[in-house]
């Protein structure tokens, strides 16, 4: 008999229970040590799973290659029924090729409609996310999308990839995305404004910019940008250590004003050119509308 929802913290418990036997799965096997012999073993038994609609898989720091992480990609070409997908796989040393291969199945996923994916802290480098955003294009059917790839080097290459594969998943609603530390610039950061602009459905956006390359111009195109999002009620914004001065952030508080439905701003912004603080965070909080708001200007 199939049941629903099972947890399992232990490799060994996972690969001796029942094959097929439950269609929400989350394993837990952070941090133990693994490697690409680990994942093997685990692929091989999720590839059983083919009636799952829900997984969430958790094997960060765990010395996963892109030899291992490959198999897992492998076993994804069963869960074609796959409704959530959340994946937590930072902190590994997957590159461009891994990458490429764990997501390239989801093209075939029609059903998925949440995906969390954590990237961080691997060496996918621009090549990795641009195969990852081809992937994201074929799901037509998702609302709910997070992807943190912080510190990958993907640079304005891999960004501009993702913002113009983006800009065809049509039904997202709500929208995550961490790029710290990735060698983006202005360059890029306007292309991923003109997508959002093309989301037209998108109501929460929570998007972290911190320590790259981003001027007065890069800020003030992506703000220009939300200003025409016009469902977008949910916005927090972090871009801390970038090159950000008082006309970016004048420019920020003059498109944000213009976001007639937007009630909760969440906004921290670092730079050594922001030389009024107090006086532009006075502006922030008086945008009309606003229910919830936490301003930091540093």
């Known amino acids: 008999m199939i049941q629903k929802y099972k947890y399992f913290h232990k490799l060994e418990d996972f690969l001796h229970s029942p094959q097929n036997s439950f269609t929400k799965l989350n394993i837990a096997l952070s941090n133990k040590q693994i490697g690409d012999y680990g994942i093997f073993q685990l692929s091989?038994?999720?590839?059983?799973?083919?009636?799952?609609?829900?997984l969430k898989l958790e094997i960060q720091w765990n010395k996963i290659g892109d030899i291992g992480i490959t198999g897992l990609?492998?076993?994804?070409?069963?869960?074609?029924?796959?409704?959530s997908l959340e994946l937590q796989v930072k902190d590994n040393n997957i590159g461009q090729q891994g990458a490429s291969n764990l997501i390239s199945p989801l093209s075939n996923y029609n059903q998925l409609?949440?995906?969390?994916?954590?990237?961080?802290?691997?060496?996918?480098?621009?090549?990795?996310?641009?195969?990852?955003?081809?992937?994201?294009?074929?799901?037509?059917?998702?609302?709910?999308?997070?992807?943190?790839?912080?510190?990958?080097n993907i640079g304005d290459q891999?960004?501009?990839?993702?913002?113009?594969?983006l800009a065809n998943c049509?039904?997202?609603k709500i929208l995550h995305i961490e790029l710290g530390s990735n060698n983006i610039s202005d360059q890029s950061i306007t292309a991923l404004g003109l997508a959002f602009v093309q989301l037209y459905n998108?109501?929460?956006?929570?998007?972290?910019?911190?320590?790259?390359?981003i001027s007065d111009y890069g800020i003030s195109q992506l703000g220009l940008a939300l200003s025409q999002c016009l469902c977008l009620r949910i916005l927090q914004l972090t871009a801390n250590d970038c090159s950000i001065g008082d006309q970016g952030v004048q420019d920020l508080i003059s498109a944000l004003q213009k976001c007639n439905k937007l009630s909760i701003l969440k906004l921290e912004l670092q730079g050594k050119e922001i030389l009024h603080e107090q006086k532009y965070i006075s502006k922030f909080k008086k945008i009309k509308r606003?229910?919830?708001?936490?301003?930091?200007l540093v």
Request: glycine fraction near 4%.
């Open 73 to 83: 990609g492998s076993a994804f070409q069963n869960h074609s029924n796959l409704t």
């Open 290 to 296: 606003l229910v919830e708001q936490y301003i930091q």
């Open 158 to 165: 891999g960004l501009t990839d993702l913002s113009i594969s």
């Open 113 to 152: 409609n949440n995906l969390q994916i954590n990237v961080g802290w691997n060496n996918i480098q621009a090549k990795g996310l641009s195969d990852i955003a081809q992937t994201l294009s074929c799901c037509f059917s998702l609302q709910k999308l997070a992807l943190w790839a912080f510190n990958n």
């Open 202 to 213: 998108i109501y929460s956006l929570n998007l972290s910019l911190q320590w790259n390359i």
């Open 170 to 172: 049509k039904n997202l």
């Open 44 to 54: 091989s038994a999720l590839a059983n799973y083919i009636n799952m609609t829900y």
